[in-house]
C-alpha cells in the first residue's frame, strides 16, 4: 500500500506531533506514505473569504501534483481534507471555475487533472488496512483507557465521504481495535471556534470550554482528535477555560493513541509535545508503553 | 437618547445587493429559503450573532446591504458547516458567508483593527510570499496589526510550543514561488476576461 | 320464555353499561353503576362491559336475551344518535322487537363534560334509572317502508353540482340542476389558470358544462330558484320559481344576433360575469362558453321596459325565430326527487370592508377575483394585466388573509388564498415581469404539489414578506413613494416595518357563505354552523350527510374549499344520492302519532296544530284521524290535545312521565 | 360539593341546606339535544344539575310533564328547542312557546318562581351556549335554594290534565 501525502502547514508546526504519530503508525502497519513534491497551503477556510476563486486555484495546485503521483492523497488535517476536496466538486459543478484553475495550472505547466482521491487516514484505514490488520499489530493494548472521540466539523461536514454526518463513529472503530473505551460524548461533531481563539477571544473560549466540560462529565481520561487546530484550542487553553473545575485532560491526535498501541515509542509519536504528560495516567491505567 | 428611523421604504433597498448574492457560488437557491431557522438553530455561533443566519439570509435576498454587511454574524462564521448540511432547502450558508465576509472586506464594512478580516489578509500575503503558512509568523503579524498587547497574554502560551517545539520561527516555504505568484496572478486576470 | 310482547307479563330488564375504553370509565364509576342498576326493580341482569357497540359487547346483550329470556334493554354509553341503530339491531337478532330499547347518554352528557367522578356517576345512576322505569312500557313498533324516486335535485351550479349531476346522470338517473345565475359555472368560469398545476380553467370546465346542457338525463334550469321544500327521504315535493328571462329558452339558439341590432351600439351596463370590468348591453348573453347558450333581457337596463318606446330592433333581429318575449313572466314548476344535493357554493369577503386597504378609494386596489378576470384570456382586458388607466403595473402587492384569520371580520382560514395568491404572483410576474411581493401571516399549502409550487415561486424571485398589512395608502414619507400606493406593513422576519410602494394592490379576499345561506338551510331543513357554513351530520364519517335524510351537502358551502375537494366532496354526494335510489325504499322511524278512539272529544284542536295537514276529522266516528304517511313525528299534536287522546309512539305521555319520575326518584 | 342525592328524601322534600338543586331538562332531537352532544365532544365543562330527557320536538313537551317534575321534586325545569324558524318540524317550536308562556302564569300560581322554569332555542352548532345556559341557571338556582311547594300534593299528576287551564293546549 502506497500513497501520496499532504501534510499541509499546521503538521509542520502546531501539528508536528500529528504528523510524527501519523508517520509512525502507517509505517508499523507497513503503509507508504510518500509526502507530496513542494506542496503549497490549501488556503484553509481563510483565504476563501480573500480571495475564494484564489483559493480553488490553490487547493488545485496540491491536487495536480497529486495525481501526477497516480496514488491517493491522504489528507491527515481536517481543513487541508475538506478544502482539496471542495475544490474538485466546485470545479466539477462550476465549469467557469473550472475554467478559470485549468488557466492557472497551464500557467505554471500542470496538467489540468486534479480528479486525484483524496482521503483521510481513518478512511485508510478502516477501508484499505482494516481493522482485523490493526488488531493483529496491537502490542500495547489500550485496555480501559476512556476516550472522547472528538471529530469536530470539517472532517464530516460538509462531504463525509467515508463516515456519517451526524454521528461519525469511524475513529471510534479504529481506537476501539487498539482497546480503547468510547465515552459518550454528544457534542463530538460540535465546532472548537477554529481561529476564533485568536481573533474573539472569549467567543472562541466558551466554546472550548462546553467541549472540555463534556468530556469530562462523560469521565473522558482523554480527548482524541483529528485535527490540528481542534487540538490546538483543546490542549493549549485549558487553563484559561477552567473555572471551578480546572480542566487536566490530555489532548491527543488518534494517531498518538494508535501509535501508543502500535508499540511506537512515545517520543517517536509526539508525546513528548503534548502540555500534559501522559505517562501517569498510562500508569495509572496500567497501560503498557515503548 | 438619539432616536433614529427604523422603518425601511422601499428605495433604500439595493435589489443589485440582492442579485449579486444569488449570482454567487452557493447563493444560487437562497431564494428557495423557508426561513424555517434551522440554520441559526444548528449554528454554535448564533448565540452571539446580532442577526441570526435565518435573518441574514432574508435580508440579503430582500438586498439589505448596509444591514448585512455591517452585521458581526458574517465574522462569527467558523466555516463548520452545520447549517449547510442542515439546510432543508440546502442552501449552501457556509459559501454564502464567506462571500459576505470577501464583499464586506472589499467596500470596508468592518471596526478598525478587527483581527478577522485582517488575519484573512495576513494569511493571504504570507501565501503569495512563500505559498505555505509558518503559523508563529501568522500569529504575531496578526496580533502586530490588531491587539500588539495579546502577544504578552500569548507568550506565556508561545513559550511553551517553543519549547515543545510546536512553535518554529523557520519560515515553510514552497521552492516555486513564482508559480504561486503566477497562479495567483493568473486567476486574477482570467477571472476579469471572464466578466468582460 | 315469557312472550315479550304482552304487557301483562312483567318485564325483565337487562341494563348494559359500557366503559367506551375510558372516554366514560374515566369519569364514572362503571361497576358502581352496574351494580347499583342491578338493584333496580324488575332488571334481570346488569353488566358492564369495555365497548358495548363491539361485537362482542352486543353477542353479550343477544346471549342474555335469550339465557335469560329479557324482554326489555337498556343500554348506558354514548349518544343514541350514535349507536341506537346498532343496539337496535342487535335486539333483533336476539329476537325480540328493535324499541324494547332504551338508550342511556352517559358520555356526551355525563362522562365528557363532567369532572368530579362521584357528581357523574349520582347523574348516571339518575338517568339510568329513569330508563329502566321507562322501558318498562315501550310498545313494540314496527318501521314503516316508504319507496324512494330515483330523480335527484341537484343546487347550484357551481363545479360541484356539475359534477354530481353529470356523475348521477351517467348512471342513468334523472337529475333537475337548478342555477341561479343565467348560466352555469360558478366561481371556477371566472379563473384563468387552476392551481398549482396552472392548467387553464376553460379548458377542463366547459367540457363538462357542454355535457350538462347537452345530457339526456338532465334537465337544466338556469335562471331559477328552488321556491319551497316538502316531503321527506326519498318523497321530496319542490317547487322550483323561473325568473323572466324575456327569452323564450326553447326558441333561442344563441346567434346572439339580437345583441348585435340592439339599439345600444356600445355595452353600457356593468358586465356581472367581468365583475364590472366591463359593460354590457341591455340584452346579452353572460359570457361566451356560457350554458345554455341562452340570451337575457336586463330589464331595468331595456327601453322598451322603461318606455315601451323602443324600435326593438332586437326583435326584428331575432326574426322568424320569436325567442324574445318581453311579455315573459315568472313561473314555478313542481318536481317529485327522492334525494337533493345542495352545492351552493361561496361568496367572497367584501374588500371594503377592511377600511385599511382602500378598496374602492383607490382605482388601482382590485380584489382577487376581478385580477382572476384581467388575467383572463376571455376577460375584459383579454388577458392583458393593466391597471384602470390602461398602464402595465411595474410593482405589484398581494395581501393575503384579507377578511380571514380576523376575529373582527372572518375568524376561519380560507384555505384557498395562499395558493391562488401564488398563482396569481406567478401570472402576473410571468404577464408584465412587474415586482410582486406577497405579505402573509403563514404560508399555508397542504396539498398534492401546492408547497412544490411554493417553492417554484420562491425561486421565481417573487418577494415574500411575513406580516399582516396595516395600511394601504397614499401619502409619501419619501420621493421615491410619490404617486404610488404605499403598502406598510412590518417584516417579521427582517424585524422591522417596510413601506412598499407599488401600482397595483390585490386584496386576496376570504370566503365566506353565501349571504342566503340561512334562508336556504331553512328551505331543506338542515342546519349551519354559527358562521353560516352547512352543517354535515358528522364531520368525519358523514362528511356530506346532513341530519335530514336525503339531502346532502357538496363543496364550499360546506366550508371553505379548492376546486379539487369539492369534486371529491361532489362525487361523494353523488354516490350518496345513487345508493339512496338503488335501495328503493327506505325504512322511516315509526314515531308517528295515532289517536285514541274512545277519548277523543272531536275537538279538531289537533287539526289546526299539524303543520303537515296529517290529522283529518273522520265526520262519521266525529273522530280525529292521524294518516301515518303525512305524519312525521314531532308529536306536537299529542302535547297539544286536550283530553290527552293522542300518543306518540315511544313519546307515549305515560312513558315520559315514568321517566321523569324516575329521573326524580331517589332509590 | 356534597352530593345532592343524600341530602333528599323520597318525596323530592330538601332537608338539608347544601342541596345542589336538581334540574329537568327537555331537549328537542335536532338542536339541542345534538348541541348537548356537540358540548360533549368538544369536552366543554358545565354543572352536573340537569337531567335530560330527549323528545324529538319541543313541540312534544306537555305542560303537565313540567308540573309533573315539580310535583316530583325538581328545583327547576330547563325545555331547549331550535331557534324560531329552524324548527326541524316547522312550527313545533312556536307551538312550545305558546305552551311556555301559558305555563308560567300556572307556575306562578303555585309560587314557583320564573327562575325555575326556563326556555331556551339552542341550535345543534351552540355546544358552548348549553354550558352557558345551565351554569347560569344553575347559579340563580343555588341563589334560591330548593323549592318549596305551597301545594304540592295538588300538582301530582291524576291522569288527566285538569289543574292546567284549558287554554294552555291550544
Not at chain 1, 463525509?160 to 481506537?175: E, G, K, Y
Not at chain 1, 477571544?201 to 469530562?216: D, F, S, V, Y
Not at chain 3, 362503571?30 to 365497548?51: F, I, Q, S, T
Request: hydrophobic share 40%; proline share 5%.
Amino acid at each position: 500500500m502506497k500513497y501520496a501525502y499532504y501534510p499541509g502547514c499546521s503538521l509542520k508546526g502546531t501539528g508536528r506531533a500529528y504528523e510524527e504519530s501519523l508517520l509512525a503508525v502507517f509505517r508499523a502497519l507497513g503503509v507508504e506514505l510518500e509526502e507530496l513534491e513542494d506542496w503549497n497551503c490549501c488556503g484553509a477556510t481563510t483565504y476563501i473569504s480573500y480571495g475564494e476563486l484564489q483559493s480553488y486555484a490553490l487547493a488545485a495546485r496540491n491536487l495536480s501534483l497529486a495525481k501526477q503521483m497516480g496514488r491517493d492523497l491522504m489528507a491527515p488535517c481536517a481543513a487541508c481534507y475538506l478544502v482539496l476536496n471542495k475544490t474538485q466538486h466546485y470545479v466539477r459543478e462550476y465549469p467557469w471555475i473550472g475554467q478559470i484553475v485549468d488557466h492557472a495550472l497551464d500557467a505554471i505547466h500542470l496538467p489540468k487533472d486534479i480528479g486525484v482521491k483524496v482521503r483521510h487516514p481513518l478512511d485508510i484505514l478502516l477501508n484499505d488496512v482494516g481493522l482485523e490488520a490493526l488488531k493483529a499489530k496491537v502490542v500495547h493494548p489500550l485496555t480501559g483507557l476512556k476516550v472522547a472521540t472528538y471529530y469536530g466539523c470539517q472532517m464530516v461536514r460538509p462531504y463525509a465521504s467515508f463516515d456519517n454526518q451526524r454521528n461519525p463513529t469511524s475513529m471510534d472503530r479504529v481506537l476501539e481495535a487498539c482497546g480503547a473505551t468510547i465515552v459518550y460524548y454528544p457534542v463530538k461533531t460540535h465546532c472548537c471556534g477554529g481561529s476564533q481563539k485568536g481573533t474573539l477571544p472569549e467567543i472562541g473560549l466558551n466554546l472550548i470550554r462546553r467541549l472540555l466540560t463534556e468530556a469530562q462529565r462523560n469521565g473522558a481520561e482523554a480527548i482524541a482528535t483529528v485535527c490540528p487546530l481542534c487540538q490546538f484550542n483543546l490542549e493549549a487553553f485549558q487553563d484559561e477555560a477552567s473555572t471551578t473545575s480546572k480542566f487536566h485532560i490530555p489532548v491527543l491526535y488518534f494517531t498518538q493513541l494508535l501509535a501508543l498501541a502500535l508499540g511506537v515509542r512515545l517520543n517517536e509519536a509526539g508525546f513528548q509535545r503534548s502540555f500534559i504528560n501522559i505517562k501517569p495516567l498510562l500508569a495509572e491505567k496500567e497501560i503498557a508503553y515503548a | 437618547m438619539k432616536l433614529k428611523r427604523v422603518v425601511k421604504v422601499e428605495a433604500e433597498r439595493d435589489p443589485a445587493f440582492a442579485l449579486w448574492i444569488s449570482q454567487t457560488v452557493g447563493g444560487e437557491r437562497i431564494r428557495h429559503c423557508l426561513q424555517c431557522g434551522l440554520c441559526s438553530g444548528s449554528c454554535p455561533l448564533s448565540l452571539y450573532m446580532d442577526y441570526t443566519p435565518r435573518r441574514l439570509m432574508h435580508l440579503s435576498r430582500e438586498g439589505f446591504k448596509e444591514e448585512v454587511l455591517s452585521s458581526y454574524t458574517i465574522w462569527l462564521c467558523t466555516s463548520c458547516y452545520a447549517c449547510m448540511v442542515e439546510c432543508p432547502k440546502k442552501i449552501n450558508i457556509t459559501q454564502l458567508m464567506y462571500a459576505l465576509k470577501t464583499r464586506a472586506m472589499q467596500e470596508h464594512f468592518y471596526p478598525k483593527r478587527f483581527a478577522i478580516p485582517v488575519l484573512a489578509r495576513e494569511f493571504s500575503r504570507m501565501i503569495r510570499g512563500s505559498g505555505r503558512i509558518t503559523e508563529s509568523r501568522l500569529v504575531m503579524r496578526v496580533f502586530v496589526k490588531t491587539a500588539i498587547w495579546r502577544l504578552l497574554g500569548f507568550s506565556k502560551l508561545g513559550l511553551r510550543l517553543f519549547r515543545t517545539g510546536r512553535m518554529r520561527l523557520a519560515r515553510e516555504k514552497v521552492e516555486k514561488r513564482s508559480d504561486i505568484v503566477t497562479l495567483l496572478n493568473v486567476v486574477d486576470t482570467t477571472r476579469k476576461e471572464l466578466a468582460r | 320464555m315469557p312472550d315479550a310482547h304482552n304487557p301483562d307479563t312483567p318485564p325483565r330488564i337487562g341494563v348494559y353499561v359500557c366503559h367506551c375504553g375510558t372516554n366514560i370509565a374515566a369519569t364514572i364509576d362503571v361497576p358502581a353503576l352496574a351494580e347499583y342498576a342491578a338493584g333496580l326493580p324488575d332488571v334481570v341482569v346488569a353488566r358492564e362491559y369495555k365497548y358495548m357497540c363491539s361485537d362482542p359487547g352486543q353477542e353479550l346483550i343477544r346471549q342474555d336475551i335469550r339465557e335469560h329470556n329479557l324482554t326489555r334493554i337498556v343500554v348506558a354509553s354514548c349518544s343514541p344518535l350514535m349507536h341506537e341503530p346498532t343496539f337496535r339491531g342487535a335486539l333483533v337478532r336476539a329476537g325480540i322487537n328493535a324499541f324494547f330499547l332504551q338508550m342511556v347518554n352517559i358520555r356526551e352528557h355525563v362522562s365528557w363534560v363532567h369532572t368530579n367522578k362521584e357528581e357523574a356517576t349520582a347523574k348516571a345512576k339518575d338517568l339510568v334509572r329513569a330508563a329502566v322505569r321507562r322501558v318498562r312500557l315501550h310498545k313494540p313498533l314496527e318501521k314503516r317502508r316508504v319507496e324512494i324516486k330515483p330523480e335527484v335535485l341537484v343546487v347550484g351550479g357551481g363545479i360541484a353540482g356539475i359534477h354530481a349531476a353529470l356523475t348521477i346522470a351517467n348512471s342513468g338517473k334523472h337529475v333537475y340542476l337548478v342555477e341561479r345565475q343565467p348560466t352555469i359555472g360558478g366561481h371556477m368560469a371566472l379563473f384563468d389558470k387552476t392551481f398549482p398545476t396552472l392548467d387553464c380553467a376553460a379548458c377542463i370546465l366547459t367540457p363538462k358544462m357542454t355535457a350538462v346542457g347537452s345530457h339526456p338525463n338532465i334537465t337544466l334550469w338556469t335562471y331559477a330558484e328552488v321556491a319551497a321544500v316538502e316531503g321527506y327521504v326519498g318523497n321530496y315535493k319542490v317547487k322550483v320559481r323561473h325568473k323572466p328571462r324575456y327569452i323564450v329558452e326553447d326558441l333561442c339558439i344563441g346567434c346572439q344576433e339580437c345583441v348585435e341590432a340592439c339599439v345600444y351600439k356600445e355595452g353600457r351596463w356593468a358586465d356581472e360575469f367581468n365583475l364590472g370590468l366591463s359593460k354590457r348591453k341591455p340584452i346579452y348573453l353572460p359570457f361566451p362558453q356560457a350554458v345554455p347558450q341562452k340570451v337575457l333581457i336586463d330589464p331595468e337596463a331595456c327601453i322598451e321596459f322603461k318606455s315601451h318606446k323602443c324600435k326593438k330592433t332586437c326583435v326584428e333581429a331575432c326574426g322568424e325565430r320569436k325567442a324574445i318575449d318581453f311579455k315573459q313572466e315568472a313561473s314555478t314548476e313542481e318536481i317529485d326527487v327522492g334525494s337533493i344535493i345542495v352545492s351552493t357554493g361561496f361568496k367572497t369577503f367584501a374588500a371594503h370592508r377592511n377600511a385599511c386597504y382602500g378598496y374602492g378609494v383607490y382605482p388601482n386596489v382590485y380584489t382577487s377575483l376581478e385580477v382572476e378576470r384581467l388575467v383572463n384570456a376571455s376577460g375584459p382586458t383579454s388577458g392583458e394585466i393593466v391597471l384602470r388607466d390602461g398602464t402595465t403595473p411595474k410593482m405589484v402587492g398581494i395581501i393575503h388573509c384579507v377578511g380571514s384569520r380576523d376575529h373582527n371580520t372572518n375568524r376561519w382560514c380560507s384555505k384557498v388564498c395562499c395558493m391562488y395568491s401564488l398563482k396569481l404572483a406567478h401570472l402576473i410576474r410571468e404577464r408584465t415581469g412587474a415586482e410582486v411581493y406577497n405579505f402573509y401571516i403563514d404560508m399555508r399549502t397542504p396539498g398534492k404539489g401546492y408547497e412544490e409550487f411554493y417553492d417554484r415561486l420562491l425561486d421565481e424571485g417573487v418577494h415574500f414578506i411575513r406580516g399582516r398589512v396595516a395600511e394601504v395608502a397614499d401619502w409619501p414619507i419619501h420621493p421615491s413613494e410619490e404617486g404610488k400606493l404605499v403598502i406598510r406593513a412590518e417584516d417579521t422576519l427582517a424585524g422591522f416595518v417596510r413601506r412598499i410602494p407599488v401600482d397595483m394592490v390585490v386584496l386576496s379576499v376570504g370566503l365566506e357563505p353565501q349571504s342566503d345561506a340561512r334562508d336556504v338551510r331553512r328551505l331543506f331543513n338542515i342546519s349551519c354552523s354559527e358562521e353560516g357554513w352547512f352543517l354535515e351530520r358528522h364531520p368525519k364519517l358523514a362528511p356530506v350527510s346532513t341530519f335530514t335524510d336525503g339531502v346532502f351537502i357538496a363543496g364550499a358551502c360546506q366550508g371553505p374549499k379548492d376546486i379539487p375537494d369539492s369534486v371529491a366532496q361532489a362525487g361523494a354526494a353523488a354516490a350518496e344520492a345513487m345508493a339512496l335510489a338503488d335501495a328503493k325504499y327506505v325504512e322511516l322511524e315509526p314515531y308517528t302519532a295515532h289517536v285514541i278512539e274512545d277519548a277523543c272529544s272531536g275537538c279538531k284542536t289537533c287539526l289546526t296544530i299539524c303543520p303537515y295537514t296529517a290529522i283529518a276529522f273522520v265526520e262519521e266516528t266525529k273522530k280525529a284521524r292521524v294518516n301515518e304517511v303525512l305524519c312525521k313525528g314531532c308529536g306536537t299534536c299529542a302535547a297539544t290535545c286536550p283530553s290527552g287522546s293522542i300518543e306518540q309512539n315511544l313519546f307515549e305521555d305515560q312513558e315520559i312521565f315514568e321517566e321523569v319520575e324516575g329521573l326524580l326518584a331517589y332509590a | 360539593m356534597p352530593n345532592a342525592i343524600e341530602s333528599v328524601s323520597g318525596n323530592g322534600q330538601v332537608s338539608t341546606e347544601v342541596a345542589e338543586p336538581r334540574i329537568v331538562g327537555f331537549f328537542c332531537t335536532w338542536c339541542t339535544y345534538l348541541a348537548a352532544d356537540l358540548a360533549g365532544t368538544s369536552r366543554i365543562k358545565y354543572a352536573p344539575n340537569v337531567r335530560v330527557i330527549r323528545v324529538m320536538c319541543s313541540g312534544r313537551i306537555d305542560p303537565q310533564f313540567v308540573l309533573d317534575a315539580f310535583a316530583h321534586g325538581a328545583d327547576g325545569v330547563l325545555i331547549g328547542g331550535c331557534h324560531p324558524g329552524d324548527c326541524h318540524y316547522q312550527q313545533g317550536n312556536y307551538n312550545c312557546l305558546r305552551r311556555a308562556r301559558l305555563l308560567k302564569r300556572v307556575l306562578e300560581q303555585f309560587g314557583i318562581e320564573e327562575e325555575r322554569f326556563r326556555l331556551e332555542w339552542i341550535s345543534a352548532a351552540e355546544g358552548d351556549r348549553v354550558r352557558v345556559v345551565i351554569d347560569d341557571m344553575v347559579e340563580k338556582l343555588r341563589k334560591l335554594g330548593p323549592l318549596q311547594l305551597k301545594r304540592g300534593p295538588a300538582l301530582v299528576r291524576g291522569g288527566s290534565g285538569e289543574q292546567v287551564p284549558q287554554e294552555v293546549g291550544v
